[in-house]
C-alpha cells in the first residue's frame, strides 16, 4: 500500500450530460467527468454560501504535501446530503471522492467524505450521475 | 448597498403580528429546517381551502431541482436544444451576448462571470421566481406576501381591487397621475379568477442592466410585463405558472415555468440560502479564481 496518507485511486466514469452544481455556478466548465478518491487530512471545512468547501493535506508517495481543496453545495442543500456546520475538524483523517477539476489541479466537486470511524457524508450515486442532473428540468 | 425599499425578513413578519403571536404548544422539538414532505396518498387528499394560498410551499418530492431552475427557466432551459431557444429581437439577442453567464451552454467559469447574483445584486423579479424556491405565504383581504428564502426577500400582490400600473416607457410606471421609480419587484396585482385560482400581473421591474431573467443570462427589460397564475387544486398543492411579455427583447411572449410545489410542515425553522458579500468574496480566494485558473 502506498505510504502515509497517499493517493488512493481514481476511474473514470461517464457521465450522461454536463450537469449544473445546483445553483451558484455549472458543473461543466470546472469539473470533468472523471472520479477521483484521495485520502487526506483535513485542514478547514467552511460552512458558507455560496458553496461549503473542505480543504485538507495530501502526502504523496514522494512525501510532498499538497494542499486539495474541494467544494459541495450550499449549506441548505449539504445539509440535504448529511453535512453539517461541524462535520469535520482540522486533524480529521478523511477519505474524499470527487470529481476532478478541468484544470487537472488539486480541486474537486465532492461527492463523498469519509472520516476514519466510517461516517460518510455526500451521495456517491448523486457523483457518479453528475450531481444536479435533475437540473436538466422536466 | 441594498435599496431602503427592501425590508428584512423579520420586517415582513412584523406586518403580521398577529400570525407571529399565535401559540402552539405541539412541537415539543426543531423540526428538520430542509423541507422534505413526502408525497400524499390520492386518498388522504384534501380540498383546498377558498380563496387561500397562505402556507410553506416547496418542491414536489424528487422534484426539487424543478424549483432550482439553474439550467435555465423551468419550461425552457438552457441546453442548446432547438425547442429551448428564444425569440428574441435583436437587442434582445445583444443582450443575451453580453452576460457571461455561471450556467447553462454558455457558461462561463466563476473568475469571468458579469452575473449581478454574484455580487449579491438582488435577483429581482421574476428571477426570484427562477432560482432555489422556497415560498412562505401570507395573505390578508388587501394583499398576498410572498416571502422568498433566497436570500430572505419578500413581495406584496395586492388583492384589494387596485388597477395595475400604466407601464411608462423608459421604466417606471405611473400611478395616480404620478411617476413611480421601477421596483425589484416591480408593481404586482391579483385577481381571484374563482375560489381556487389567482391571476397576478406585474410591471415596473429593474432595467436589463440590473437583471436577468435567470442563471443562465437570459435578459429581460424594464418593459417586461410578467402573468402568472396561482391554482390550488387541494389543500397539499400549488400549481405555479409564469409567462413573460417583453417586446424589448422577445418578439412573441413565453410561458417559463409551470410548477407544482407541495406545501410543507408549518413547523420547518427554513434553513435559507443567501448572497453575503465578504463570503462570496472568501469563496473565490479560496476556490472559484482558483479552480477557474485565474
Not at chain 2, 413526502?38 to 384534501?46: E, G, S
Not at chain 2, 428574441?88 to 469571468?112: F, I, M, Q
Not at chain 2, 412562505?136 to 383581504?141: H, S, W
Not at chain 2, 417606471?172 to 408593481?187: A, L, S
Amino acid at each position: 500500500m502506498k505510504r502515509g496518507l497517499a493517493i488512493a485511486f481514481a476511474m473514470a466514469i461517464g457521465l450522461l450530460m454536463a450537469v449544473p452544481l445546483a445553483a451558484h455556478h455549472t458543473a461543466s466548465t470546472l469539473y470533468t467527468e472523471k472520479i477521483v478518491t484521495v485520502k487526506g487530512v483535513v485542514k478547514s471545512w467552511l460552512w458558507s454560501n455560496p458553496h461549503c468547501l473542505l480543504m485538507f493535506e495530501v502526502t504523496g508517495d514522494d512525501g510532498k504535501v499538497v494542499l486539495w481543496r474541494a467544494e459541495t453545495q450550499a449549506p441548505n442543500t449539504a445539509y440535504t446530503e448529511g453535512y453539517r456546520a461541524n462535520s469535520f475538524k482540522p486533524g480529521d483523517e478523511v477519505t474524499v471522492t470527487m470529481r476532478a477539476a478541468v484544470s487537472g489541479g488539486p480541486f474537486g466537486l465532492l461527492a463523498q467524505v469519509v472520516l476514519a470511524d466510517g461516517t460518510k457524508f455526500g451521495n456517491l450515486d448523486g457523483a457518479a450521475r453528475g450531481r444536479g442532473r435533475g437540473a436538466e428540468t422536466p | 448597498m441594498r435599496s431602503s425599499a427592501f425590508v428584512s425578513l423579520p420586517g415582513a413578519a412584523l406586518i403580521f403580528a398577529v400570525t407571529v403571536f399565535a401559540q402552539n404548544g405541539s412541537t415539543p422539538t426543531w423540526p428538520e429546517p430542509v423541507p422534505n414532505r413526502q408525497a400524499i396518498a390520492a386518498k388522504d387528499k384534501k380540498p383546498a381551502p377558498r380563496r387561500s394560498l397562505v402556507g410553506m410551499w416547496g418542491s414536489m418530492p424528487g422534484n426539487r431541482q424543478a424549483t432550482n431552475q439553474s439550467s435555465g427557466v423551468q419550461l425552457k432551459p438552457n441546453n442548446g436544444r432547438p425547442e429551448n431557444q428564444l425569440p428574441y429581437t435583436p437587442y434582445g439577442l445583444e443582450l443575451y451576448k453580453s452576460h457571461k453567464p455561471l450556467e447553462g451552454v454558455d457558461a462561463v467559469p466563476p473568475a469571468s462571470t458579469n452575473d449581478p447574483r454574484v455580487r449579491c445584486e438582488p435577483l429581482g423579479l421574476p428571477r426570484h421566481n427562477h432560482y432555489d424556491l422556497g415560498i412562505q405565504i401570507f395573505q390578508d383581504e388587501y394583499k398576498v406576501a410572498m416571502l422568498y428564502q433566497y436570500d430572505n426577500q419578500w413581495r406584496i400582490i395586492w388583492t384589494d381591487g387596485r388597477p395595475l400600473p400604466k407601464l411608462v416607457d423608459g421604466g417606471g410606471v405611473e400611478i395616480n397621475g404620478q411617476y413611480r421609480e421601477p421596483r425589484w419587484f416591480g408593481y404586482s396585482v391579483g385577481r381571484w379568477v374563482d375560489d381556487y385560482t389567482l391571476d397576478v400581473e406585474t410591471v415596473g421591474t429593474m432595467p436589463e442592466q440590473r437583471v436577468w431573467l435567470d442563471n443562465t443570462g437570459r435578459p429581460i427589460s424594464d418593459q417586461l410585463r410578467i402573468r402568472e397564475t396561482f391554482r390550488r387544486p387541494d389543500y397539499d398543492t400549488l400549481e405555479w405558472s409564469e409567462t413573460i411579455e417583453d417586446p424589448k427583447v422577445y418578439t412573441r411572449s413565453w410561458q417559463t415555468m409551470k410548477l407544482p410545489m407541495m406545501l410543507q410542515d408549518p413547523r420547518t425553522d427554513l434553513m435559507t440560502r443567501y448572497c453575503s458579500p465578504s463570503e462570496v468574496d472568501a469563496y473565490n480566494k479560496a476556490y472559484g479564481d482558483a479552480v477557474s485558473g485565474k
